[in-house]
T-cell receptor
Framework: ETGVTQSPTHLIKTRGQQVTLRCSSQSGHNTVSWYQQALGQGPQFIFQYYREEENGRGNFPPRFSGLQFPNYSSELNVNALELDDSALYLC???????????????FGPGTRLTVL | AQTVTQSQPEMSVQEAETVTLSCTYDTSENNYYLFWYKQPPSRQMILVIRQEAYKQQNATENRFSVNFQKAAKSFSLKISDSQLGDTAMYFCAFCTSGTYKYIFGTGTRLKVLA
């Protein structure tokens, strides 16, 4: 069974640019959530995708957008990057529905984004 | 709105001793889950232990156990026989049943001393 993977590991961008981060879900999982973790803070929920549809969104502006593909992999896109977007971006996958794992999510290793 | 509070930014414990990390939360929901996650310097979040709110019995996983006080909205983590590999950030998280939106606390940095 393959765990959650994310790419790239690290990324450096400049203010105003756009970035795409990628996530491959754990096998058998149809739900993907994205989190932003600023340095020294807990992760903050950005949004969630279930079967290719957005299924919940946190308090993030529209320049944060996402996609989920038929194979349940996912992308996080951020437009017009700002300095405060510098953070670790975590992807988490789950089985979806009220499964036996009780809302458990499995996290990837994250992508460290630095905005200069 | 749900909130999760971890009031101990940093803690240290001697190897082989016991340490308790605190977490309180606020919610009006009745059905939810609580989690403790460990994030080592390698940064991958690892689930330590999970508690279903409808279960009165406290969850245990080997050296890790929780003290779940639903009325007080408290969910502390006890680590027994601490090991050097337990050194990490520990996050308490809340999730309403039927969703996968986790609300995390700000974390407690635990250092296990040799």
């Amino acid at each position: 069974e393959t765990g959650v993977t994310q790419s790239p590991t690290h990324l450096i961008k400049t203010r105003g640019q756009q970035v795409t981060l990628r996530c491959s879900s754990q096998s058998g999982h149809n739900t993907v959530s994205w989190y932003q973790q600023a340095l020294g803070q807990g992760p903050q929920f950005i949004f969630q995708y279930y079967r290719e549809e957005e299924n919940g969104r946190g308090n993030f502006p529209p320049r944060f957008s996402g996609l989920q593909f038929p194979n349940y992999s996912s992308e996080l896109n951020v437009n017009a990057l700002e300095l405060d977007d510098s953070a670790l971006y975590l992807c988490a996958s789950s089985q979806g529905g009220a499964g036996p794992l009780g809302n458990e999510q499995f996290f990837g290793p994250g992508t460290r984004l630095t905005v200069l | 709105a749900q909130t999760v509070t971890q009031s101990q930014p940093e803690m240290s414990v001697q190897e082989a001793e016991t340490v308790t990390l605190s977490c309180t939360y606020d919610t009006s929901e009745n059905n939810y889950y609580l989690f403790w996650y460990k994030q080592p310097p390698s940064r991958q979040m690892i689930l330590v232990i999970r508690q279903e709110a409808y279960k009165q019995q406290n969850a245990t996983e080997n050296r890790f156990s929780v003290n779940f006080q639903k009325a007080a909205k408290s969910f502390s983590l006890k680590i027994s026989d601490s090991q050097l590999g337990d050194t990490a950030m520990y996050f308490c998280a809340f999730c309403t049943s039927g969703t996968y939106k986790y609300i995390f606390g700000t974390g407690t940095r635990l250092k296990v001393l040799a």
